[in-house]
């Protein structure tokens, strides 16, 4: 099959340009209208379904979306949630600027090599590919871990670590969060 009958083919049905080919709708194999925006600073995708079949309700639809995306993004908000272990690192690498700063927000580098060893064992305890978003508020109180539902101190404890070694650890691993 020659290239330009393959470009027919996989163009989307009734596609239509909005902003200036900023983000684009067209319509499925269902003539259910959908969303599409290139996200450059994350280099992805936005697809996302308008759940119309009415072209003037979609395309108003999809400006409202395409305008809170752009105010999300203004507001230096990632669409796309980011790896806990990426997360752990972020956090990991923030510690490190404040290492041999004297006052209130400094740490000594000690202090870092400890909460490095937490956020080890924190991503031991969980998917560390797993999103952010995946994370609760319960998270260290119950989380499914290889077919068993175990809360962070058991986790710890199967170890054989110290109480106080592991509320030390749930500290850093909040504060992280």
């Known amino acids: ?8 083919i996989d163009m989307p049905k009734n ?21 599409r ?7 992805k995708y936005i697809r996302q379904s308008l759940r119309t079949k009415d072209k003037a309700k979609a395309i108003a639809d ?8 752009k105010y999300m993004k203004r507001r230096g908000k990632k669409y796309y949630s980011i790896s806990i272990k990426k997360a752990v690192e972020m956090y990991i690498e923030d510690k490190a600027k404040y290492v041999g700063i004297v006052g209130a927000n400094g740490i ?3 202090r870092l ?12 305890y969980v998917h560390k590919d797993a999103k952010v978003k995946d994370l609760s508020i319960n998270t260290l109180l119950s989380y499914e871990r290889e077919g068993e ?5 058991l986790f710890r404890k199967r170890k054989s670590i110290a109480d106080s070694t592991i509320r030390n650890e749930i500290a850093s691993i909040n504060a992280c969060v």
Do not use: P
């Open 62 to 69: 999809a400006e409202a979306l395409y305008e809170d995306i």
């Open 149 to 153: 539902t175990i809360d962070y101190e």
């Open 37 to 43: 925006m290139w996200l450059a600073d994350e280099d």
């Open 108 to 110: 000594v580098e000690g």
């Open 15 to 35: 596609e239509v340009r909005i902003y200036n080919s900023k983000a684009v709708i067209y319509q499925n194999d269902y003539d259910v209208w959908q969303f």
């Open 1 to 8: 099959m020659d290239d330009s009958l393959r470009t027919l």
């Open 113 to 124: 090599t400890t909460i490095k060893a937490h956020m080890k064992h924190f991503l031991e």
